[in-house]
């Protein structure tokens, strides 16, 4: 240990800011790649999550509501039954 009234000359100055940088330089770039590889792994973690598991949903709620609208536009309520249209009526429906 140095004493506090001992003046460091610049080599020692020199040596000691080096070996603080050296050491401190590790430990960052060590937390820097423990935070950059972290985030790749959320990353693929959430990709993998939407893609298998929020799209199927998504595409299982918009079927549902689809098929809702068709049966609806399709069931006539004063007989109580479906109507059937063929091709040409269902494009004539459209473009209108």
Request: net charge negative; hydrophobic share 40%; charged share 30%.
């Amino acid at each position: 240990m140095m004493e506090l009234n001992e003046i460091l000359t610049d080599k020692e100055v020199n040596e000691a800011t080096e070996e603080v940088l050296s050491s401190n330089s590790a430990a960052c770039f060590a937390m820097f790649m423990i935070g950059f590889g972290g985030t790749i792994a959320v990353a693929v973690v959430t990709t993998t999550v939407y893609k298998y598991a929020v799209k199927p949903i998504i595409r299982k709620i918009k079927s549902r509501k689809k098929r809702k609208e068709i049966e609806t536009t399709l069931f006539d309520t004063d007989t109580g039954a479906y109507e059937i249209f063929d091709e040409s009526e269902k494009l004539e429906q459209v473009d209108n």
